[in-house]
């Protein structure tokens, strides 16, 4: 599953997140990322390793299009510019 994946999963439910859902992923960035997002802490994002997904969560958690720009994946640079407002 990538990011973009576990973006849409979190932002397409309609209910309160659980954040213990985050705790139980084995993948340290994807961990951290699924906190960052759910728990809105920036310092969850500082965590990721992968310079996207740190970014992606960054302008999400800050709602800061700014950190979009520096994301490399042309299609996750847009779908950052996309849904963060």
Do not use: H, P, W
């Not at 213990?20 to 390793?49: H, M, P, R, T």
């Amino acid at each position: 599953m990538n990011y973009v994946t576990l973006l849409l999963l979190l932002l397409s439910t309609t209910v309160r997140a659980n954040e213990s859902y985050c705790y139980s992923i084995q993948n340290a960035d994807k961990k951290n990322f699924c906190l960052g997002i759910v728990k809105s802490q920036e310092s969850n994002c500082y965590s990721v390793q992968e310079s996207d997904s740190k970014n992606m969560c960054l302008a999400l958690v800050k709602r800061q299009a700014s950190y979009c720009y520096n994301i490399s994946a042309s299609d996750t640079k847009n779908f950052c510019l996309a849904t963060t407002k």
